[in-house]
């Protein structure tokens, strides 16, 4: 009697197990099946493109920012005439209205007259719309075109205390706008999107609301879908590409990730796309704090190289506006406290901080340990 339950037990095992659903188990192959209760070895994997294109089953390109586009566009023309101000003899006064009018895009001279009424714009995307942080911009901005020209060519606009506004709006908008917005705003929300409906099929919009929302992160960093072949002239794909990609990689890193993103996201292997945001996020606060270092070492290097005290605060300009883009990436590295706390030692005194060695490796000490970057300090 007992042989007998035990061939029925071993008959039954064999049933139920011969009845187990078969599929792929592994969540991150494209045809992942949730209800499989046996591996049957059909796993497929999405294949990571070499360049930022991602096409459709029918032919349809998918990918799509040309809002981040308009938005560098505009940056780029308000940079270019603010430089108009170095290069005049004292000719070219600024003109205040035409730097807000640029910032808000009210502006109606724009050479690319595409841009005109296009319903982008550059302040309504600072700092998460931060109403203070939009003020500072615009003060600067107005400081700069009260400001007289120099009489010589080859000086930079300043600010009597040592500040080149020039350079604190560019490089303070690549981080309060662009930086802000690709790791606190579009990949800080990218799980909550959807990526089964497409936008609108019927208007060429051949995306779902998560592979735009990912494309338009990926817009900020650059707009060359074959960067860094192309797309390294300007901004952060510039930055990322230089000195920052010879020693922390950044422009490698940075875009592989957004590609690997793209194509789980494009494949609904949404289990991949967290790592893919943390890469992101990681790399962009390392690239902001990297430059910040970077011309807090060049600084030292020109009054070494005993150059004169406006093409120093040139340097301490651009060490200033990236040290304050720190507090603008995704759970930043130093919060707006201690930001503002370093730009006060340099505001006290911008020719004398310029000078001190002492008190710029300080510096350099205190961006270094808060963003790990203490490897790679003295190189940057």
Known sequence: MKRKVLVLVILCSAVITGCKKKGCMDPSATNYNAEAEKDNGTCEYYTVPTDYVFIDGIGNNTVSFSGQTARMDMLSEMTSYLKTANTS????????????????????????????????????????EDAGVQAQFEAWMTEAAAATPPTEDGYYLQAATGQEWT??????????????????????G???????????YQNDKYYTEMEHHWDEAY?????????????????????ANNTLETLLGSAT?????????RAAISSGVLIDVPEQVSIIQ???????????????NATKQKVVDGESQNKVNHYLSEAWAFIFGIQFCQNPDMDSNTVEGLL???????????????????????IATASGLEAYKNDL
């Open 89 to 128: 003899g004292g000719s070219n006064q600024l003109d205040a209205a035409t730097l807000l009018s640029m910032y808000d895009n009210s502006y109606t001279g724009w050479s690319d007259q595409e841009l005109v009424g296009n319903g982008k714009q550059l302040k309504s995307k600072t700092a998460l």
């Open 167 to 188: 350079q604190l709006i560019e490089k303070g908008l690549m981080s309060a706008c662009f930086a802000s917005q690709l790791t606190a705003n579009y990949l800080n």
């Open 190 to 200: 990218i799980m909550e999107d959807d990526n089964v409906q497409i936008v609108d």
């Open 219 to 239: 817009g900020y960093f650059t707009d060359a879908t074959d960067y860094p072949t192309n797309g390294t002239n300007r901004f952060w794909g510039k930055y």
């Open 253 to 261: 890193k940075i875009s592989h990730a957004f590609r690997t993103g």
């Open 282 to 296: 990681a790399e962009v606060k390392r690239m902001v704090a990297g430059m910040a270092i970077h011309y807090l």
């Open 344 to 366: 006060e030692q340099i505001d006290a005194d911008f020719e004398g901080f310029s000078q001190s060695t002492l008190l710029i490796n300080a510096m350099i000490d205190d």
